[in-house]
């Protein structure tokens, strides 16, 4: 036993440990990942929430910086309608593919209830256009324009007395389809005392009523500590304005009135700069994972249930997507074999019905005919009864009237030999 013991500690003692010889270079992975992204470039679509006149174009032209050129929409649309667009931005040399999807009548209808439906609709067409993409045999997903919705921005409107029951209904019904941050429009209209009680109240509201918002990610170390002040933060209070005023030497966005400057990349005056770094800078690629990961793979999972497929069968055992296929082909085969034979079946009834109530209408044809036969001898009998009597009756006529004749002439003849 100690020989054994002493050879293995030798053994162990004369293991070799190879070292590098010069530098192999998968530290460079990341670099290339960088680059080939930068090359294929990006997909980020935002969809807007809100009631007509709420600012939400032009809080879009503020956080990019660009002109969409949007049209007004008028309050009186029948019904809620979306409108994407999508648009080619470059900075420096980062292409971003974005899609602006506005929500138009959104609030105006004096029958709100349905008025979250199309939302819904339009989130669900995305992730099912995605889904069929991906159930092809010849996949395109890298080249296919992923329509799916990132993040959407709910506009609050900016009473000061808590959330509408149309903002807490809709929000409910998305939270678990869509990162949402809800913002506070037009923040200027109210004071700052007014509007740190008007937050507290909307994060009172959505936490009883059980509405789960986008929170910032703290897992990240690097800004791990930014995120989690900023999560305070939320609703963001928001300013946006396609207007530049020159303060010293220099054009900055604001909002001008009599009393005053509202500046909107001052963070003394509203929270823009706050949602923009977390929006944009900082969290994009965060809210596009999410919704890849969390609100697609919820939603592929329902739908694939609902066509029948699992990961294990009746026994809890693993069972393939093939074997699933399999079944369900075979199951549909056994199916449409059964609707045939009760079509055929179904299809030999009637004929027999169909069968025996043309017997049944061919016997009353047969009686009627028989029926029409016999009137129509009984009827020539008489006729021929009317014409043998009407026959004599000639025949009688002309007999008589061969007497009259006889009779007469015999009368003439007897006074001409008188005379």
């Known amino acids: 036993m ?32 960088v680059n080939k992204s930068v090359q294929n470039g990006f997909v980020f679509n935002v969809m807007c929430i809100g009631e007509t006149g709420l600012g939400k174009s032009t809080l879009m032209d503020t956080l990019f910086n660009t002109s969409f050129e949007s049209t007004p929409s008028p309050h009186t649309l029948p019904s809620v309608k979306l409108k994407a667009h999508t648009y080619e931005l470059q900075e420096s040399n980062v292409r971003l593919k974005l899609t602006i999807c506005d929500t ?57 007395h808590g959330l509408k029951s149309l903002d807490l209904v809709c929000m409910k019904k ?47 170390e690097t800004v791990a500590e930014t995120n989690t002040s900023m999560n305070s933060h939320i609703p963001f209070a928001v300013v946006g304005s396609t207007e530049f005023i020159k303060v010293g030497n220099k054009l900055i966005r604001a909002r001008q009135y009599p009393w005053g400057t509202v500046q909107v990349e001052n963070e003394t005056h509203c929270d823009f700069v706050k949602l923009r770094e977390m929006l944009i800078r900082t969290n994009m690629e965060d809210m596009r994972e999410k919704t890849h990961t969390r609100h697609y793979e919820l939603y592929r999972q329902k739908r694939l249930e609902q066509m029948g497929f699992s990961d294990v069968d009746s026994e809890n055992k693993p069972i393939s997507f093939q074997q699933t296929f399999e ?8 199916e449409l074999q059964s609707k045939e034979e009760e079509v055929r079946q179904m299809f030999v009834q009637r004929v027999k019905e169909k069968e025996a109530e043309l017997k049944e209408s061919e016997k009353d044809l047969h009686a009627k005919f028989e029926k029409l036969k016999r009137d129509h001898a009984e009827e020539k009998r008489k006729l021929e009864e009317s014409r043998k009597a009407l026959e004599e009756d000639y025949l009688d006529f002309q007999r008589r009237k061969q007497q009259l004749a006889t009779a007469h002439h015999t009368l003439t003849l007897g006074k001409s030999k008188k005379k």
Request: charge should be negative; charged fraction near 25%.
């Open 174 to 220: 998305l939270d678990s389809k869509v990162n949402i941050i809800p913002v506070i429009a037009k923040a200027d209209t109210i004071s700052k005392v007014e509007l740190q009680r008007f937050k507290a109240k909307i994060i009172q509201e959505l936490n009883t009523n059980g509405v789960h918002i986008y929170q910032f990610p703290t897992d990240d």
């Open 2 to 33: 100690s020989a054994e013991v002493d050879f293995v500690n030798k053994k162990e003692m004369h293991l070799r440990t190879l070292k590098q010889s010069g530098h192999v270079g998968f530290d460079s992975l990341p670099d290339q990942l």
């Open 104 to 160: 138009v009548g959104y609030g105006d209808q004096i029958n709100k209830d349905d008025s979250f439906k199309a939302v819904v609709d339009y989130i669900d067409a995305q992730f099912e256009n995605y889904l069929q993409e991906e159930l092809k045999i010849k996949r395109s997903l890298v080249t296919c324009h992923d329509s799916r919705i990132h993040i959407c921005l709910y506009f609050i409107c900016p009473t000061g």
């Open 327 to 334: 079944a369900k082909r075979s199951n549909h085969l056994a």
